[in-house]
């Protein structure tokens, strides 16, 4: 299978989501609004906040993070990134106030920005092997690395969970391993999270340093 292949059937999954939720976090496959925001918190961590800063926000869904980030009053250049045209119809839909074109269809750009982050586009495989779909993992934090200059940062679930609980149908990652990459692949200065109280962890992946 293509990452083309594998996209397309990540598109369909969630384009059935959000036809049948809508823009809630049921629509993007999340359980709770609480652990949508925890999440987008520990990504976030990456970035300085102080300073104006420009964030690509892979597979953006319905756009749930340009509200926490308006929330907070962040100075923040937001772009976000959908394979699913259905989310992004959402996601324009809910920030028509928003300056132009926030929000495309689509999992690159060729404008980098400081920062990309990823919330949740790793985590359901599906029926694909475990093998295909960590290539498919390298192959996309690849690209995060080249569309950002000062960092990127991502989420996954976790192997230290119990196996009797785990779903078939997603993947969980070895957080140790995936730490070990990001530091021999991209950068010296990662940060593995795995202390917030969900069954995953976020690594940060530092590339300004
Ligand atoms: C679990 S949902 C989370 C949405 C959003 N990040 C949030 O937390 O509210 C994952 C979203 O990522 C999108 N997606 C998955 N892989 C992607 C990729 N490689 N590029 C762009 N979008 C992707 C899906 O279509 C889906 O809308």
Redesign the pocket.
């Known amino acids: 299978m293509t990452s083309d292949d594998l996209?397309e059937q990540?598109?369909r999954?969630?384009?059935g989501?959000?036809t049948d939720f809508g823009p809630t976090?049921r629509g993007?496959?999340?359980n709770s609004h609480e652990g949508?925001l925890l999440?987008?918190d520990q990504l976030l961590k990456l970035c300085d906040r102080r300073s104006p800063y420009s964030l690509l926000?892979?597979?953006?869904?319905?756009?749930?993070?340009l509200d926490h980030l308006r929330a907070a009053g962040d100075p923040v250049s937001y772009f976000g990134?959908?394979?699913?045209e259905a989310?992004i119809d959402e996601a324009r839909r809910l920030h028509r106030d928003e300056p132009p074109a926030p929000f495309a269809v689509?999992?690159?750009t060729d404008q980098p920005v400081d920062y990309v982050v990823?919330?949740?586009?790793?985590?359901?495989k599906q029926q694909t092997p475990d093998e295909t779909w960590a290539d498919y993992i390298l192959a996309?934090l690849e690209a995060m690395a080249r569309m950002s200059t000062r960092g990127f940062a991502f989420n996954l679930l976790t192997m230290a969970s119990d196996p009797k609980l785990r779903r078939p149908d997603l993947h969980y990652a070895d957080p140790c391993q995936l730490f070990e990459t990001c530091q021999r692949r991209f950068s010296r200065h990662v940060s593995l999270l795995h202390d917030y109280g969900l069954w995953e962890f976020t690594i940060l992946v530092r590339t300004d340093r």
């Open positions: 996209q990540v598109r999954y969630y384009t989501k959000v976090p993007v496959d999340w949508q999440r987008f926000d892979l597979g953006c869904g319905y756009g749930a993070l990134l959908d394979l699913s989310m689509g999992a690159a990823a919330s949740g586009i790793f985590n359901v996309t």
